[in-house]
């Protein structure tokens, strides 16, 4: 059983470097976030479609309502930032990236010789 886990595990890790490699740390995120939601419809088919009695299903509940709507705040707040999607046609600009460049450009600047 702990080796179903380790190589579950390795292929979750690998998954996740493909999508860095391939697209971004970003959609890494999305996708992360993604997974709580994957899950929860998973127990939710389980419930309603396979076998109401399993341990593995999950009815809808007073507090599905709340559970949708932080999971869908939470995949378009990262996708809103990381500049995938436009949010009221405002594109974010990708937040702490650009302050950390334009702080490490007046960084440099600063430090190059002022040519006298």
């Not at 860095?20 to 479609?49: C, E, N, P, Q």
């Not at 509940?61 to 996708?79: P, R, T």
């Amino acid at each position: 059983m702990r080796l179903a886990q380790v190589g579950v595990a390795a292929l979750g890790n690998m998954g996740s470097l493909a999508v860095t490699v391939h697209l971004s740390g970003m959609h890494r995120k999305i996708l992360d976030a993604m997974r709580s939601g994957i899950l929860w419809s998973f127990g939710l088919v389980v419930y309603y479609l396979v076998d109401p009695s399993s341990p593995y299903g999950e009815e809808i509940s007073s507090s599905s309502a709340a559970e949708l709507i932080g999971l869908a705040a939470l995949v378009l707040g990262q996708m809103t930032y990381g500049g995938v999607m436009t949010a009221g046609g405002v594109a974010s600009s990708g937040g702490h990236n650009v302050a950390c460049r334009a702080a490490s450009e007046t960084s440099t600047a600063a430090r190059m010789p002022s040519g006298e």
